[in-house]
Every structure is written in structure tokens, then in C-alpha cells.
């Protein structure tokens, strides 16, 4: 007769497997649970042989004990309680294991062991080693929350110990950035509006012609522009800031300041051209130039405004197309 074909399903059994054991842990847990809180009760209410019987039925059952579940209930003192009251619980339960050692070495229990045979005798034996298993464990769960979990108090002052070199490193070099860039704005203010004041009183002084105007106001603004330049120029190298157009390194200074350089010649061309045209007006030499203005005075207009017409269409449509080429 052939043999029936079975097929076992070898991802339920794991799982139904790892149930089942998690099941036994949790029962276990609860009894070692049950154990402690025996252990914990007052001494005038404490039961040596209940306790004693207690171990015993665990044992017989489960054949082994959770040492992390006893952890967990001498940490749990320590989080419910004060530090006093923690070591008298703890005190209480170590007393409590040795009065069921004591009990484990009277006259009546020996007598009750001797009558045992087998397997019975053997769950004694076992407890006997258990029970000094148990109050050392206590002693270690209770040394090992005692040095290595420190308190807010100690875990503060770790903290602040460790803290404060940085701290104080930090707050030096912040307050003395802080001071740097506040002298360099102010310097930077003052050389700002302390120039402006000047422009203002070379334009006040309506006894000066207009060309003389426009040149004294040319080198005040190419000094006033460089001037800054120069010192934006410093404060990015003491504070590491920077401000260039062009990051490449192998840029040369036209390259990394336009703004500057276009800006430069721009006021250097108008400083030409009044230099130009001052010593044009102070030679007389425009004289034909005013007679033909005088003679022709409609042309001379109209040219004029052509001129300026032209320089302004041409400029716009060099502006717009940058704005259309950077747009797109």
C-alpha cells in the first residue's frame, strides 16, 4: 500500500513554534514575578515555606529561572521607590532568601528530602542551588543599576564637566567675532555716510561749475569705491567670508570683482571726458562749435537728441539682451 503523500506547512509550524514559546516565556515571566514579590513582603508577613514551595512548583515546571526577569524587578524598585526605600525592599529580599536557606538546612526538611525519591528529590536539590543563585543575582541587578546608571544629579555634572572647555572656547570665539564684525560695520558706516557728507558739501557749494562738480565727484566716488572695496576685501579674509562673482581658482581679479572693475571705469571714462571737456572750455577751443550751434540752432538741436536717442537705444537693447540671454 503506498504511503500517503503529506505535506507540512514548515512556515506555520515555525510560527505556531515561536508562539508557543513566547507563551512559555510570558508564563514564566509571571511566575518569577510572583517568586519576587514573595521575596519583597515584610519579614513579619514573610513565608519561608510557601516561598520555598513556590520555587519548587517553578522548577518542576519550567526547569530553569528568567535571571532577566528578576533584573527587571529589582529595577522596578529602584524606579518606584526613593533610594531609601529601594534599600529596604532589596535589604528585605535578601534577608528573605536567607531565611529560606536557613530553612532548606533544619532538621525538618532533611527528614522531608530523605523521604523523597527520584525526581521529587532531585527538584529539592535544584532549588537548593537555585535559591543562592537567586540572592546573588539580586546582589549583582542591584550593584549594576547602583554604578552604571547614573542619576540626573551625577549624569548632570558629567555633563557639565565635559561641557564647559567647549563652552568656553564657543562663547570666546563668538564674543570676539561678534566684536570684529561690529567694529567692522561701524568702521564700514562711518566711511560710508562720513563720505556722503562730503559729496553733499561739494554740491552745496553752488559757486563751483558744473565740470569741477562732476570731476571732484568722479575721484570721491572712485576713492569712496575702492575704499570699500578694500575693506569688504579684509573683513572677507579675517572671517572667512566670500563675496566673489567667479569661484574658479584660476580666475584672475577681473574676473572674481567686475562689479568693481566695470564700476571703476565707468567713473575714470566720465573723469576723463570732464577732464577733457574742462580744458576744451578753458582753451576756447569749441568756439566753431558754439557758432555752429548759433547758426545752425534747429540741426544742432535736433542732432542732439538724436545722439542721445541712439546712445539709448543701444544701451537698452545691449541690457535687454543680457536679460533675455540669463532668462533663458
Known amino acids: 500500500m503506498p504511503s500517503p503523500n503529506i505535506k507540512v506547512d514548515k512556515t506555520t509550524a515555525e510560527i505556531d513554534s515561536r508562539i508557543d514559546n513566547r507563551t512559555k516565556t510570558d508564563e514564566m515571566s509571571e511566575k518569577i514575578t510572583n517568586i519576587c514579590n514573595l521575596l519583597f513582603t515584610d519579614g513579619s508577613k514573610f513565608d519561608k515555606e510557601k516561598t520555598f514551595d513556590e520555587i519548587l512548583n517553578y522548577i518542576k515546571v519550567y526547569n530553569r529561572i528568567l535571571y532577566s526577569q528578576i533584573s527587571n524587578?529589582?529595577?522596578?524598585?529602584?524606579?518606584?521607590?526613593?533610594?531609601?526605600?529601594?534599600?529596604?525592599?532589596?535589604?528585605?529580599?535578601?534577608?528573605?532568601?536567607?531565611?529560606?536557606?536557613?530553612?532548606?538546612?533544619?532538621?525538618?526538611?532533611?527528614?522531608?528530602?530523605?523521604?523523597?525519591?527520584?525526581?521529587?528529590?532531585?527538584?529539592?536539590?535544584?532549588?537548593?542551588?537555585?535559591?543562592?543563585?537567586?540572592?546573588?543575582?539580586?546582589?549583582?541587578?542591584?550593584?549594576?543599576?547602583?554604578?552604571?546608571?547614573?542619576?540626573?544629579?551625577?549624569?548632570?555634572?558629567?555633563?557639565?564637566?565635559?561641557?564647559?572647555?567647549?563652552?568656553?572656547?564657543?562663547?570666546?570665539?563668538?564674543?570676539?567675532?561678534?566684536?570684529?564684525?561690529?567694529?567692522?560695520?561701524?568702521?564700514?558706516?562711518?566711511?560710508?555716510?562720513?563720505?556722503?557728507?562730503?559729496?553733499?558739501?561739494?554740491?552745496?557749494?553752488?559757486?563751483?561749475?558744473?565740470?569741477?562738480?562732476?570731476i571732484i565727484g568722479c575721484v570721491w566716488g572712485f576713492s569712496i569705491l575702492n575704499m570699500v572695496f578694500v575693506f569688504l576685501f579684509c573683513v572677507g579674509k579675517m572671517t572667512g567670508l566670500n563675496f566673489k562673482s567667479n569661484q574658479d581658482s584660476k580666475a584672475n581679479i577681473v574676473q572674481k570683482y567686475p562689479v568693481v572693475w566695470w564700476s571703476d571705469l565707468i567713473i575714470l571714462t566720465i573723469l576723463a571726458g570732464s577732464f577733457w571737456t574742462y580744458f576744451i572750455r578753458k582753451e576756447n577751443m569749441d568756439s566753431w562749435f558754439r557758432a555752429w550751434c548759433q547758426k545752425y540752432p534747429q540741426i544742432a538741436m535736433c542732432l542732439g537728441f538724436g545722439l542721445i536717442a541712439v546712445v539709448f537705444v543701444l544701451v537698452s537693447r545691449a541690457l535687454l539682451k543680457q536679460t533675455w540671454k540669463n532668462g533663458e
Open 73 to 214: 524587578e529589582v529595577y522596578a524598585q529602584f524606579e518606584a521607590h526613593n533610594p531609601e526605600e529601594t534599600a529596604r525592599k532589596l535589604g528585605t529580599a535578601i534577608s528573605n532568601i536567607e531565611k529560606v536557606v536557613e530553612y532548606i538546612n533544619t532538621k525538618e526538611y532533611i527528614d522531608k528530602k530523605e523521604r523523597l525519591k527520584g525526581n521529587s528529590k532531585k527538584a529539592y536539590e535544584d532549588v537548593e542551588k537555585i535559591l543562592m543563585k537567586i540572592w546573588d543575582h539580586v546582589n549583582l541587578a542591584q550593584n549594576q543599576y547602583s554604578y552604571l546608571k547614573p542619576t540626573e544629579i551625577e549624569y548632570k555634572k558629567v555633563f557639565d564637566e565635559s561641557i564647559t572647555p567647549f563652552k568656553e572656547e564657543l562663547v570666546k570665539d563668538v564674543n570676539s567675532q561678534l566684536l570684529t564684525m561690529v567694529s567692522l560695520f561701524t568702521a564700514l558706516a562711518f566711511l560710508v555716510f562720513g563720505g556722503i557728507s562730503s559729496l553733499g558739501s561739494i554740491f552745496s557749494n553752488h559757486e563751483l561749475p558744473l565740470l569741477k562738480v562732476m
